[in-house]
């Protein structure tokens, strides 16, 4: 899909999300662009970055290349902004990553990934019976 076509989708829709969300508060920055984890040669199609020592900000990124309908855009951008939600979990990761072992801090990122990717899951599904109950 084309950038132009993805950034028009996300301006017409992200204040919607954000509210429904309970994140009109936050400052949220969209990129479009190549969405990859450091170390990582995985593209995704979309990833959300919170930084703990920013309060309520974070930074959207939308491979637009990933995507071919409007509905894929609109599922992604809910998605990483669900990661928002969670971003006090970033908080403890920080903190644990400066107390533990480097293999011990490993583990349990796998783990914490694996969680937030459910509880992300999670939310998506009750705001979709939500949204059908209408």
């Known amino acids: 899909m084309k950038k132009s076509d993805v950034k028009r ?3 017409a829709n992200i204040e919607g999300i954000q509210k429904k969300l309970g994140l009109s508060s936050w400052n ?8 990859m ?4 040669d995985t593209h995704y199609s979309g990833m ?12 959207v990124t939308l491979d637009h290349k990933q995507f071919e309908t409007a509905a894929e855009v609109l599922h992604t951008l809910e ?3 669900c990661h928002a939600i969670g971003s006090n979990f970033d908080v403890c990761q920080a903190v644990l990553k400066r107390l533990l ?16 990717e459910r509880v992300v899951g999670s939310i998506q599904s009750i705001l979709k ?3 059908a109950q209408k």
């Open 79 to 81: 998605h990483e902004l």
């Open 37 to 40: 984890l450091d170390g990582d």
């Open 28 to 35: 949220i920055l969209v990129d479009y662009g190549p969405a």
């Open 48 to 59: 959300c970055n919170t930084d703990p020592s920013l309060y309520e900000s974070a930074l």
């Open 9 to 11: 989708i996300v301006q």
């Open 129 to 131: 019976s939500a949204e």
């Open 101 to 116: 072992s480097k293999r011990d801090y490993e583990a349990m990122d796998v783990l914490f990934h694996i969680a937030h």
